[in-house]
């Protein structure tokens, strides 16, 4: 078996859900009666479709998952977390703005595990280049995060931790 990471953390905007949680949808959030999640004004907002399956899948290897998101919207964001039934799955959460190195930083010091042992995904460019300079194995998401961006970003891990 390849190895993985020890800790698997996820951007949410663009990553998790196709828009921007503080610009495109107006907090805050509740299920309506039929099951939509929904902003204040009664549009609905959904997650990429794939993202509880690869949550999941992330939970059946035991790889521990936290979000690292910059949004200054931070009771939006977990809110749609709950509402999604998705924070069930997350061990950790650093949502404020601000750098994501301090985000990881943080993520350190809160679980003892070292950068080069985290796997990072977001669809921001400067993120990638910002993370990966802590040794963070880091995977740019285009499109929503997939269960074949899962897969891709584990096998780069494995082969990262491969090299001598």
Known sequence: MARLPKLAV???????????????????????????VRDRRGQAVRLYPEVPDVLQRLQDLNVPVAAASRTGEIEGANQLLELFDLDRYFV?????????????ERLQQKTGVVFSQMIFFDDEKRNIVDVSKLGVTCIHVQNGMSLQTLSEGLETFAKAQARP
Do not use: M, N, Q
Request: a negative charge; proline letters at 10%.
């Open 10 to 36: 996820f951007d949410l905007d663009y990553t998790l859900w196709p828009f921007w949680v503080d610009t495109h949808v107006d907090p805050p959030f509740h299920r309506s009666s039929d099951g939509a």
């Open 92 to 104: 950790h959460r650093e949502i404020y703005p601000g750098s994501k190195v301090t985000h990881f």
